[in-house]
């Protein structure tokens, strides 16, 4: 399989192999020989560069007999740098070597930024059909749309699907733009407390693509205005994938860690 390891012991040593679909990538191995490190040695890689390094001095280090093999529990698996077209060539090759050692990996192609702006562009569609953008305040502004309008949806999937780029993508983004202004309009009102127009209006586009392009995952943010799952929606689609946005700090505190969880356990219920 993908991405696949073994570790086995063989006569006078060790054979640490794995598989792959590009071989100059060679994921699998990089696997095996990063878990054998840790797991029979106490090697650890706690940050990129030679200060994250933990590498124990065992002159003496025994290896017991080892049969195992696996698969990556998650297909996408990554922590992501931040404004790395600023970084310097150094820093770039200390973070791809940490991302191999640590088994980082992503086998699918997917996209869930910001992504309402790019779909339906104000420059394109806000003069002529301003009814599309969000109300707030009582006046019709470009910052979000206004998700409830069947008409605004029949272009957003006729958009989504026609752009070049989301035709190479296995999971495509629907997400906001960033920032609030969230319609607030009666249409929308009507669908529900807190964030109900926005799971309704994701839980529509993922059916209607399903039907349209079988094989393409619907991408968006769990983030800021839908953090929290919906409340009228008992399952959503199964090709609906989730990008749950966190800080790592709050698992610092127990208050925050029990947030989290309950954040996680939320959303488990919905498919």
């Given at each position: 399989?993908?991405?696949?390891?073994?570790?086995?012991?063989?006569?006078?040593?060790?054979?640490?192999?794995?598989?792959?679909?590009?071989?100059?990538?060679?994921?699998?191995?990089?696997?095996?020989?990063?878990?054998?490190?840790?797991?029979?040695?106490?090697?650890?890689?706690?940050?990129?560069?030679?200060?994250?390094?933990?590498?124990?001095?065992?002159?003496?280090?025994?290896?017991?007999?080892?049969?195992r093999s696996g698969?990556?529990?998650?297909?996408?698996?990554?922590?992501?740098?931040?404004?790395?077209?600023?970084?310097?060539?150094?820093?770039?090759?200390q973070w791809n070597?940490?991302?191999?050692?640590?088994?980082?990996?992503?086998?699918?192609?997917?996209?869930?930024?910001?992504?309402?702006?790019?779909?339906?562009?104000?420059?394109?569609?806000?003069?002529?059909?301003?009814?599309?953008?969000?109300?707030?305040?009582?006046?019709?502004?470009?910052?979000?749309?206004?998700?409830?309008?069947?008409?605004?949806?029949?272009?957003?999937?006729?958009?989504?699907?026609?752009?070049?780029?989301?035709?190479?993508?296995?999971?495509?983004?629907?997400?906001?733009?960033?920032?609030?202004?969230?319609?607030?309009?009666?249409?929308?009102?009507?669908?529900?407390?807190?964030?109900?127009?926005?799971?309704?209006?994701?839980?529509?586009?993922?059916?209607?693509?399903?039907?349209?392009?079988?094989?393409?995952?619907?991408?968006?943010?769990?983030?800021?205005?839908?953090?929290?799952?919906?409340?009228?929606?008992?399952?959503?689609?199964?090709?609906?994938?989730?990008?749950?946005?966190?800080?790592?700090?709050?698992?610092?505190?127990?208050?925050?860690?029990?947030?989290?969880?309950?954040?996680?356990?939320?959303?488990?219920?919905?498919?």
């Open positions: 399989e993908n991405e696949g390891w073994l570790i086995a012991s063989v006569p006078d040593g060790v054979l640490l192999t794995g598989s792959h679909e590009d071989s100059a990538k060679l994921a699998g191995v990089y696997h095996a020989v990063s878990l054998f490190l840790e797991e029979q040695a106490g090697v650890r890689w706690l940050w990129p560069g030679e200060s994250g390094e933990v590498i124990p001095h065992n002159p003496d280090l025994e290896i017991s007999q080892i049969e698969v990556p529990s998650l297909r996408r698996r990554q922590m992501m740098g931040g404004y790395t077209r600023f970084w310097a060539p150094e820093q770039r090759t070597t940490w991302y191999r050692r640590t088994r980082q990996g992503d086998q699918l192609s997917a996209n869930f930024g910001h992504a309402w702006a790019s779909i339906i562009p104000p420059k394109e569609y806000f003069e002529a059909h301003p009814e599309w953008f969000s109300l707030v305040n009582g006046k019709r502004i470009p910052a979000q749309l206004c998700i409830s309008n069947p008409q605004l949806r029949d272009e957003f999937v006729k958009n989504l699907l026609a752009r070049p780029a989301n035709r190479k993508l296995d999971i495509i983004s629907v997400s906001a733009n960033d920032g609030y202004g969230f319609c607030e309009c009666e249409n929308c009102r009507a669908k529900g407390d807190d964030n109900a127009s926005y799971w309704d209006f994701v839980n529509d586009i993922a059916q209607r693509v399903k039907v349209l392009r079988p094989e393409v995952g619907i991408g968006t943010f769990a983030y800021t205005y839908s953090r929290q799952p919906p409340k009228n929606i008992e399952k959503l689609p199964d090709n609906i994938y989730l990008s749950m946005t966190s800080y790592a700090t709050q698992l610092m505190l127990p208050a925050g860690e029990k947030e989290y969880k309950e954040f996680l356990d939320g959303w488990k219920s919905k498919g």
